[in-house]
């Protein structure tokens, strides 16, 4: 069973920042693509950006790219998500996921494991 443990949500005011973390094993972290994804009220699952292990590749929701960067630090085996610009429509549960390769997969459904969920809330 992968373990993935985020961390990092919280309130945000509009144009405001917050860094997303996801702790994962050193197996999981070398060898997985990984991903984030969020969910609002109301709303279905949409995927917010990933990595790929084999060469580091990103990928971004068109409602992210260029406020939001993902990124891998090597030494804590974690993935982190940058949130910058924050708006009100970034609000919801925002999931840490382990793809079932080493690149980031087009479907949500070839992500084989769920971290918990961390609320992300922009509001002033």
């Known amino acids: 069973q992968v373990q993935l443990v985020e961390s990092g949500g919280g309130l945000a005011q509009p144009g405001g920042s917050l860094r997303l973390s996801c702790a994962v094993s050193?197996?999981?972290?070398?060898?997985?693509?990984i991903g984030w994804f969020r969910q609002a009220p109301g709303k279905e699952r949409e995927g917010v950006s990933c990595i790929s292990r084999i060469d580091g590749s990103t990928y971004y929701s068109d409602d992210v790219k260029g406020r939001f960067t993902i990124s891998r630090d090597n030494a804590n085996n974690t993935v982190y998500l940058q949130m910058n610009s924050l708006k009100p429509e970034d609000t919801a549960v925002y999931y840490c996921a382990v793809a079932r390769n080493y690149y980031c997969p087009g479907s949500a459904s070839d992500f084989a494991s769920w971290g918990q969920g961390t609320q992300v809330t922009v509001s002033s």
């Open positions: 050193k197996f999981t972290f070398d060898y997985y693509g």
